[in-house]
Nanobody, 126 residues
């Protein structure tokens, strides 16, 4: 089973960009679809974006469409979340999560992902 670690969070002003990275120590990373979730203060964890094993297919939560881009580089065991035009409401702890799959399907449900990183804080000031 792989282990996941996020990096790239920080404090930025509204309108700025950040790129989050999710890296894996395992050798079977290419067997996992990967998703990003976020948890704002006082709220539950919510789906942000997900990408298929081969990196061709992606799904986004409605509020981030056109601003966030998920991508992956299986040769580097990494998934990225490029976040542009950040808004204060994007402030949250962002976590990446993986699930083993035999196909290129993806899943938006937190409960369907069995491998999680520790999270990285993103704070957007107005």
């Amino acid at each position: 089973q792989v282990q996941l670690e996020e990096s790239g969070g920080g404090l930025v002003q509204a309108g700025a960009s950040l790129r989050l990275s999710c890296t894996s120590s395992g050798s079977t990373f290419g067997s996992y679809s990967v998703a990003w979730f976020r948890q704002a203060p006082g709220q539950g964890r919510k789906f942000v974006a997900t990408i298929s094993r081969n990196g061709i297919h992606a799904l986004y939560e409605e509020s981030v469409k056109g601003r966030f881009t998920i991508s992956r580089d299986n040769s580097r065991n990494a998934v990225y979340l490029q976040m542009d035009s950040l808004k204060p409401e994007d402030t949250a702890v962002y976590s990446c999560a993986g699930r083993v799959t035999a196909t290129e399907d993806m899943n938006l449900l937190e409960s369907r992902h069995n491998v999680w990183g520790q999270g990285t804080q993103v704070t957007v000031s107005s």
